[in-house]
């Protein structure tokens, strides 16, 4: 009994992240990639992020990516024309977004780079994204385990996530059939295991369709559940910490103001998705609904 009295003290810390399940804004568990090829970043980008010229505070360098991400801005169109055609100089052999796709896997495997550096490589890969902008419609892409690798605005989330290695735990998340085998048809889930929660893992979980407006979005919805179970496919039975059946109802769980109760649903965008199977890149946000979470950024890899 006191050992699970303790999981369910962790259970509602967790618990107080509304979707993502997000670390600090570095990289998760250290894996080695292999880099198509090798250079150094380019501080002096015209991303909005560059390091350079007015100093940009964490929010800022995040607003202003996701700006360039959903505008499509002038600037950075400018920008991507002239690094396509440095690129084009130094080695037309290798398609630009593989170049782009390299840049952002060194600089989270290096734990050595900015939360702008990041955000600024995201910024470049986001455009060849490979599902034309329809990531949500594509039900086979989507369907599987996917590791976090990478996140930001991690303050929006569980102080669990925050802990050093080897405390803090690895989080995943499921979508599709893999998740509908976990949690129930027509859902997604985020899991937390290892670090302090050793062999047990937390699952939460919710409803989720594909925005009538926007292929690109997934729009969750309730009942939110809170669970503690085991691994992904372990069999163990899950044990319902929490449910909530409204928005509401689950921010005010997570201490969330009234402005964040009364707010929208969430809609949680995927602005780029490969269709590689195994190993693919999936970069996502949420943008729109808990304004303690918005603008909160993923970068995940299938397992």
């Known amino acids: ?11 509602a810390l967790i618990a107080r992240g509304a979707l993502g ?22 501080t002096h980008s015209s991303s909005p992020c560059s390091t350079t ?26 920008g991507d024309e002239q690094n396509r055609a440095v690129f084009a100089v130094d080695d037309d052999s290798n398609p630009i977004d593989d170049i782009y796709r390299s840049q952002l896997l060194n600089l989270i495997d ?23 902008k329809a990531a949500a419609t594509l039900e086979d892409e989507l369907d599987g385990e996917w590791k976090l690798l990478w996140s930001a605005k991690a303050e929006a989330f569980s102080p669990l996530l925050k802990l050093p290695p080897p405390l803090k735990p690895i989080s995943y ?18 899991g937390l295991t290892g670090g302090v929660l050793c062999m047990s893992q937390l699952w939460l979980s919710s409803g989720s369709k594909v925005a009538p407006d926007d292929p690109s979005i997934l729009e969750i919805f309730p009942p939110f559940r809170l669970e503690l179970g085991g691994r992904y496919q372990s069999g163990t039975s899950k044990k319902l910490l929490v449910e909530a059946g409204s928005d509401a109802e689950f ?27 195994k190993g693919s890149l999936r970069i996502s946000t949420i943008a729109d609904g808990d304004p303690a979470i918005v603008g909160a950024i993923f970068v995940h890899e299938k397992l």
């Open 1 to 11: 009994m006191r050992n699970l009295s303790r999981l369910v003290v962790l259970a």
């Open 173 to 190: 998340q499921y979508l599709g059939k893999t998740a509908a085998g976990e949690v129930g048809s027509g859902r997604i889930a985020q």
């Open 53 to 78: 010229g007015t100093h940009l505070s964490r929010r800022s360098c995040l607003t202003a990516a996701l700006g360039g991400f959903l505008t499509g801005t002038v600037a950075l169109t400018l």
């Open 251 to 277: 921010r005010k769980l997570n201490a969330r103001t009234a402005e964040a109760q009364a707010a929208p649903k969430n809609r949680y965008q995927q602005l780029y998705l490969e269709r590689n199977g």
């Open 21 to 42: 399940l997000s670390s600090s804004s570095h990289r998760e568990h250290p894996q080695q990639h292999k880099a198509q090829q090798q250079f150094q970043y380019d």
């Open 110 to 132: 290096s734990n050595k780079a900015t939360e702008g550096d990041i955000l600024t490589a995201i910024e470049k890969l986001v455009p060849y994204d490979p599902s034309k």
